[in-house]
């Protein structure tokens, strides 16, 4: 699906048609037609949360919603031909009738040998292509992370441990950031772009990064899917991510060339030091990161960091006011407690959502939860593991936002509309356990047989329970209950056997004197 919202922050952002058609692998037509539509429909950026990419297609293009009946070719999977005409005795005819066939089993039209063979070679003169690409300055930052990793040793035991390099290059002037990291996930990820902007002291237009899954979760020729928390630094940064075209280095030539340097200019001068902490290496780092960009270039004026100060600097975008806050994503299904857990505490959402999945945002100190894009609960993040969850009493059920007002003032007074031995049960039951709460649990079981017997039934029960018993229960009462209304049963079936028709008689019309046929 087209990247409606993504088209229309680039757009607010100044960007052209042209680039916003690279960054988003749409179609110059598609763009033009979504802002058109969009300035009709006085639609702008920012939208809400909820403002989805299927609800703005509907609304930008109502039209589209209905089904279009057309007949299309077989589109035939190039690469794989190209693999097999590699194989002996191979050839393009051969390809061509199993392509057919496959078109026939899926119901649609195929191309004649004749497209089949142009559309091969275009696809496959393409292939080969080589693209030289001059950068503007301050437009693109290529990220990706390093190959090799440098040894972080512990303090106590001298075991090695593996550090990961991170590096961001602007292509303009080669001026390059390198961090060192104990993992590649996205929180780091994250992190190290953040600090990459600090250093060079503003934002590019572009960023180019590899199809890592912490960065992209979807590549294909038609869609391309960012990670969310990617997608939503680069909102904040106000920046295009642009991914390269899968196995496809010579998109981010640059940055594969500045992580080579980094292996001679940085790793190699600090093979022999012995790190026990990362912040040590990237101290370390930094200081051989400095003798890098200010080494002079070898065939041309100047060194990395004179280019950047003097010709690149002032073409960067400004940092954003507030720091980006880096988020974590996760998906859960709600449980019949109606929470969700951060992997250390749990926290409430409504309780309607039992049994669904939803998104969750992990930030530092917030934690909020999403179903189908609108945010449904927002809590306060703790920063120890506690063992009772954070439940708001709007997210609970009827039932349990009623057992969450209880109190010892109220069960009193219920009882003593009932009658003195009930009364007496409550007491007991308030005063038997160390706290008064701890006695809700049976006085709310109480009122609930009180609900469903009535209240001269539970007081008659409470009267015999205290006789019989000192120690009243729930349970107990509850039994005396159930008998009275068996009783109540078995005297209301006598009755109708002495007082009904038919063929059955009671007792009475045995007794002596009683009347014979």
């Known amino acids: 699906m087209v990247d409606y919202r993504e088209i229309l922050r680039l757009h607010s952002l100044g960007n052209s048609n042209r680039q916003i058609s690279e960054a988003t692998r749409s179609s110059h037509h598609t763009i033009t037609d979504v802002i058109n539509a969009a300035e009709e429909k006085n639609i702008v950026w920012p939208l809400n949360e909820d403002m989805t990419n299927r609800k703005l297609r509907g609304i930008l ?34 390809l061509w009738n199993e392509y057919c066939t496959q078109a026939n089993l899926a119901g649609t039209k195929p191309y004649m040998t004749t497209q089949f063979r142009d559309n091969y070679r275009k696809w ?14 301050g ?49 780091n990820w994250i992190l190290c772009h953040m600090h990459a902007y600090e250093y060079f002291g503003g934002v590019t237009r572009l960023l180019v990064p590899d199809n890592l899954k912490t960065g992209v979760t979807k590549h294909t020729q038609n869609e391309i899917a960012l990670n969310k928390s990617y997608q939503e630094m680069a909102e904040h940064y106000g920046t295009a991510i642009i991914p390269t075209r899968v196995k496809a280095p010579k998109d981010k030539a640059n940055v594969e060339s500045t992580v080579k340097l980094t292996y001679t200019r940085i790793l190699a001068p600090l093979r022999n030091r012995k790190f026990f ?27 990395r960091e004179s280019v950047f100060l003097t010709e690149e600097k002032g073409f960067l975008r400004p940092l954003p006011i507030s720091q980006f806050e880096p988020a974590i994503w996760l998906k859960a299904t709600v449980g019949t407690d109606y929470l969700v857990s951060d992997g250390k505490n749990k926290y409430s959402v409504p309780f309607d959502l039992i049994g669904e999945e939803v998104q969750v945002r992990l930030t530092k100190n917030n934690i909020d939860v999403y179903f189908k894009g609108t945010i449904v609960a927002s809590h306060i993040r703790r920063t120890r593991v506690q063992r009772d ?40 039951f308030l005063a038997k356990e160390q706290e008064p709460e701890q006695g809700y649990r049976s006085c709310a079981s109480l009122s609930r047989l009180g609900d469903r017997y009535g209240a001269i039934k539970l007081e008659n029960a409470c009267t015999r329970m205290l006789n019989i018993s000192s120690n009243p229960s729930v349970r107990n009462i509850s039994s005396l209950l159930k008998n009275y209304v068996e009783s109540d049963e078995l005297k209301s079936s006598d009755v109708r056997k002495e007082t009904g028709g038919g063929i059955t008689r009671g007792a009475s019309a045995f007794a002596i004197g009683g009347s014979k046929r």
């Not at 512990?154 to 961090?179: H, I, M, N, Q, R």
Request: some cysteine; overall charge negative.
């Open 61 to 94: 293009f109502p039209e589209k919603l209905q089904k279009r009946q057309s007949a299309e070719y077989f589109e035939p999977d190039y690469g794989y031909i190209h693999k097999e005409l590699a194989r002996p005795g191979v050839t393009l005819s051969t």
């Open 124 to 137: 496959a003169l393409i292939k080969n292509a080589t693209m030289r690409i001059k950068h503007k300055p």
């Open 139 to 187: 437009d693109v930052m290529e990220v990706d992370w390093a190959g090799n990793t440098i040894p972080i040793y512990d303090v106590d035991t001298g075991d090695e441990d593996k550090a990961y390099l991170f590096v961001a290059v602007l292509p303009f002037s080669g001026y390059a950031y390198v961090e060192a990291c104990f993992n590649m996930k996205s929180e």
């Open 277 to 303: 902490s990362i912040k040590e290496a990237n101290d370390a780092i930094k200081e051989q990161l400095k003798i890098m960009n200010s080494t002079p270039f070898q065939k041309r004026e100047g060194t």
């Open 389 to 428: 969850p954070i439940i708001f009493e709007e997210h609970m059920t009827p039932e349990h936002r009623k057992y969450l007002r209880y109190n010892a003032d109220d069960f009193r007074m219920w009882a003593k509309n009932i009658g003195p031995n009930t009364e007496k049960v409550i007491e007991y």
